[in-house]
């Protein structure tokens, strides 16, 4: 039904903007959406209620969707006449190269009937009163089988996701079987734009993009730094006190490298790469084991020296199609991950992985995330390629599935999701448009140590490899902050918090301002991120102004609040009221909120 409505949506449009070139128009989670090209003419959501009432009129007329195939040279032809430039170049490429260099495609766009080993023959196309498009199918029996729809947004959208290509219109539409469930659904997508991280980033300036930076390079602003820096030094401590060594890596590398351990066969397109005044390839690094498994040829001779578990939140940068951007959840750099990669002996693998495991757990619950599941990922050697050994494989993904077992983990098992090297765990959550996500993983690496011929000797004196714990808590910083901010709705934990107490003065008298100052310095003093507004507003005015930062402690001060150096703090909503956050003296209160600070106290209701 979905499908259907895209091909109505463009029968719509052709019907109102006869010379629009078409592009692609798949199904995604929830709806629909079609890219068109319309010139130099752009279309606003003003034209919704026109494109809509002739959507109607479509699905009125009870027009069949009728397949039908065209051998491929016919089909280019049929483009051609058409002026569809667009599924022209689709049908050149597939009559040139078969159905690989199709892949960046949605697979319902491809209009393939059928084929000799990768040459395309013959190609499908539907028909619905006088519109015809290339597609394979399947669609629903007519236009009036189709449930509730609505036009939701436009957004730009390179052709086929590249930035060097023409740039069209997409249009996205939602739809549902029913009324009562595209009501659901649309009330569901107006609680996400007040979540949406980027909107939150804005508002609490916590993070920009500047055009002449470029897309998907985010500019930390204060509060956001402070945020991002909280959560390293906390990851700091944690992974120091399980006895993570920390390393720091250049950001370039020679080709070599990545050659060497395989990330370049496979990652290259990923990766920025540039040639220095001597002629050497260099890559910015997209990722930090192959730097880590150089410091560990250097740290590791033998069985005595492992576990050896390196951690680095390094600096990463990853060559991103400018289409898949988004905020901070997919970036280009700089991605700050949370790495470390771990380096046991078989027989050490369940033991580390359990504390992995428990590391997730220590800190998910400290940030107050607690709707999340593991996904153990796996290989499907039916139908992917995997490197290596099966029995290998077997193993690690046995060794990972009796870590979970033993842990008592939740978590649901997905094959053809592993990555190059090995099967992985990966942490799932749900975004706010309800959508599955993954925020961080853990890896299992059989493949790379023997490529890149890291050893060690038993004790037996044999030379043996080791196997390599991939694992990043929290994935990277930028990515989730992104899913704290919408989780949260920017009212992040005290200890989170950019700032954490705000001192509101009552009027502009001297001794107010002066009893303000010193209330700030004994705050900072006790280790808290506190601050005065001393500005010739209302007291209404700053208040509401806390309330929209999202600061979970405020404090009036009048004359009152100055001769009697006791308080009665404002807190914030989500917070769990104590009775420790009664009227005391200032003093008190302050050592109050330090300490819960210090503590990493969690009293939100996330």
């Not at 890219?35 to 109607?56: H, N, R, T, V």
């Not at 370049?264 to 260099?282: I, P, Q, R, T």
Request: some cysteine.
């Amino acid at each position: 039904m979905r499908h259907s409505l895209a091909h109505i949506m463009a029968t719509a449009i052709q019907h109102l903007w006869p010379d629009v070139k078409l592009g692609i128009g798949p199904v995604v989670e929830n709806g629909f959406y079609y890219d068109i090209d319309l010139g130099k003419q752009s279309l606003s959501e003003e034209d919704f209620d026109k494109i809509e009432a002739e959507m109607k009129n479509v699905i009125g007329q009870a027009q069949p969707f009728e397949r039908f195939t065209l051998p491929i040279d016919q089909a280019i032809a049929w483009a051609q006449d058409n002026g569809q430039s667009y599924k022209e170049e689709l049908l050149n490429d597939l009559k040139r190269a078969g159905t690989t260099v199709a892949s960046d495609l949605d697979s319902e766009e491809l209009g393939i009937a059928s084929r000799g080993d990768s040459k395309v023959e013959e190609v499908s196309f539907y028909k619905n009163g006088d519109f015809t498009d290339l597609c394979r199918g399947p669609h629903v029996e007519s236009t009036d089988k189709v449930g509730a729809f609505k036009l939701l947004r436009l957004s730009g959208a390179y052709w086929r996701g590249k930035d060097t290509n023409p740039q069209m219109q997409r249009i996205y539409g939602a739809a549902f079987r029913s009324e009562k469930e595209l009501r659901q659904h649309l009330a569901m997508l107006e609680e996400a734009k007040k979540r949406d991280h980027r909107k939150i980033g804005q508002d609490l300036n916590i993070f920009m993009f500047s055009d002449d930076v470029g897309p998907g390079f985010p500019l930390w602003m204060p509060a956001g730094e402070q945020i991002k820096h909280t959560l390293t030094e906390y990851m700091r401590e944690k992974e120091q006190a399980q006895d993570y060594q920390y390393v720091s890596t250049p950001v370039l590398a020679h080709e070599r490298l990545y050659q060497r351990s395989g990330h370049a066969s496979h990652y290259a397109d990923d990766m920025f790469s540039l040639v220095d005044d001597e002629g050497n390839k260099l890559y910015l690094k997209a990722m930090n084991c192959p730097h880590h498994h150089m410091i560990y040829e250097r740290l590791v001779q033998s069985y005595r020296d492992l576990p050896l578990r390196l951690a680095e939140p390094g600096t990463l940068y990853r060559n991103e199609l400018s289409g898949t951007l988004t905020g901070l959840i997919r970036v280009r750099g700089a991605i700050t991950q949370n790495d470390a990669h771990i380096y046991v002996t078989p027989e050490q693998l369940k033991g580390e992985f359990l504390q992995v495991l428990q590391l997730f757990k220590e800190v998910y619950d400290q940030v107050g995330i607690i709707d999340y599941w593991f996904r153990l990922s796996l290989p499907d050697f039916e139908k992917d390629k995997y490197e290596g050994d099966r029995d290998e494989w077997e193993r690690a993904s046995q060794f990972i599935r009796d870590a979970l077992n033993e842990s008592g983990a939740k978590y649901i098992e997905a094959k053809g999701e592993a990555a190059f090297y090995g099967p992985k765990l990966d942490v799932q959550i749900k975004n706010v448009l309800g959508k599955e996500d993954t925020i961080a993983t853990s890896q299992v690496d059989i493949l790379v140590p023997k490529r890149m011929g890291l050893t060690y000797i038993d004790a037996e004196g044999k030379e043996q490899y080791p196997i390599i714990v991939h694992r990043a808590i929290i994935g990277s910083y930028e990515r989730f902050i992104g899913f704290l901010l919408e989780k949260t709705y920017g009212k992040l934990p005290l200890w989170l918090s950019p700032q954490q107490v705000r001192i509101i003065t009552v009027n502009q008298e001297p001794e107010t301002i002066q009893f303000a100052t010193d209330v700030v310095e004994k705050g900072r003093a006790l280790g808290l991120r506190i601050g005065a507004d001393n500005d010739n507003e209302s007291v209404g005015k700053k208040i509401r102004a806390a309330e929209l930062s999202r600061v979970p402690y405020t404090i009036v001060l009048g004359q009152k609040e100055v001769e009697t150096g006791e308080v009665t703090p404002r807190i914030r909503k989500d917070i769990a009221v104590s009775e420790q956050t009664a009227s005391r003296t200032i003093d008190e209160f302050l050592k109050t909120v330090a300490h819960e600070n210090k503590s990493r106290v969690s009293r939100t209701s996330l």
